[in-house]
């Protein structure tokens, strides 16, 4: 392709671009439409605009405890991850480093076994008996751990390779800092955009996460995914409002994941 034909082809791509963006878009911007509407029926547009159904979602009791314990269920999977991966990852790239190729087959295991078999297991294993769980949110925090150990594992290890770990702990040592106090001071300091980055992504994952959820807890421990899926047959506007509350949530988790990554590049 000539030079004079690249501004063309650019303009090209760029319209196809923005024509799927907008196609993808349109159902988000037809059910923030619906959830501000005051009634839209048999018109092309609303009858008109209010803030009614979000006044509505935000003081319902049901809502908020569902939206606090999914928040509580990640949060705790997520400080699990970080306690066990963190130490784990150091041990591996630094003492055991041919480990690191078993250790990429072994997390990927949660993913080989699908969500509905994995729940089936799980009520039969912790269903009763000294370790039922069934119904309590130890079992799902569990369930997350395995979820988000993919992701966290994959984003710690890039950045654990890109800051050279091993020439850095030679220089602490050579410093006189012992192992330990080389992989906090140093090492862990050097991991902390990365281990943004994993823990946002991860939260947005399992922030929308229902499988397991419903299967294991269900309205025991109603969650915001089980409380959205049991309030189908509601009013649409109601509705409406908490899938828009929950896309922007979780949208700006992702802002902040994709911010903390293009600001570590």
């Known amino acids: 392709m000539s030079r004079a034909d690249a501004p063309g082809a650019s ?14 878009l349109l159902p988000l911007a037809g059910t923030l ?4 509407a005051t009634s839209w029926s048999a018109t092309i547009l609303p009858d008109g605009l209010t803030f009614k159904w979000y006044l509505e ?6 809502f908020l405890k569902a939206f606090g314990q999914s928040l509580l269920v990640c949060f705790g999977a997520l400080a699990l991850s970080v306690l066990l991966i963190l130490p784990l990852l150091f041990v591996v790239h630094y003492h055991f480093p041919k480990l ?15 969500p509905v078999v994995s729940a089936v297991g799980l009520l039969q294993l912790y269903g009763s008996g000294p370790l039922a769980m069934v119904g309590t949110p130890w079992i799902l925090i569990g369930c997350y751990f395995t979820i988000a150990l993919p992701f966290m594992y994959r984003a710690i290890t890039n950045n654990l390779q890109a800051i050279n770990l091993r020439d850095l702990m030679d220089a602490a040592h050579l410093l006189g800092a012992s192992t330990w106090k080389a992989a906090f001071l140093v090492v862990l300091p050097n991991l902390r955009k990365g281990l943004m980055v994993s823990l946002f992504l991860s939260f947005s994952f399992l922030f929308g996460e229902f499988v397991f959820a419903n299967l294991l807890v269900g309205t025991r421990y109603e969650t ?8 189908k047959n509601s009013s649409g506007h109601f509705n409406s409002a908490l899938v828009i509350s929950y896309f922007f949530f979780v949208l700006v988790f992702t ?11």
């Not at 303009?11 to 993808?24: A, C, E, G, S």
């Not at 979602?57 to 049901?62: K, M, S, T, V």
């Open 255 to 265: 802002w902040a994941a994709n911010r903390l990554n293009r600001d570590k590049a």
């Open 33 to 36: 439409l619906y959830s501000l």
């Open 11 to 24: 303009l090209y791509h760029r319209t196809v671009v923005w024509l799927l963006f907008l196609i993808l």
């Open 57 to 62: 979602l935000w003081g319902e009791p049901r």
């Open 224 to 231: 915001l995914q089980v409380y959205l899926n049991n309030m």
């Open 100 to 114: 690191d190729a078993v250790m990429n087959v072994l997390i990927l295991l949660p993913f080989a076994v699908p």
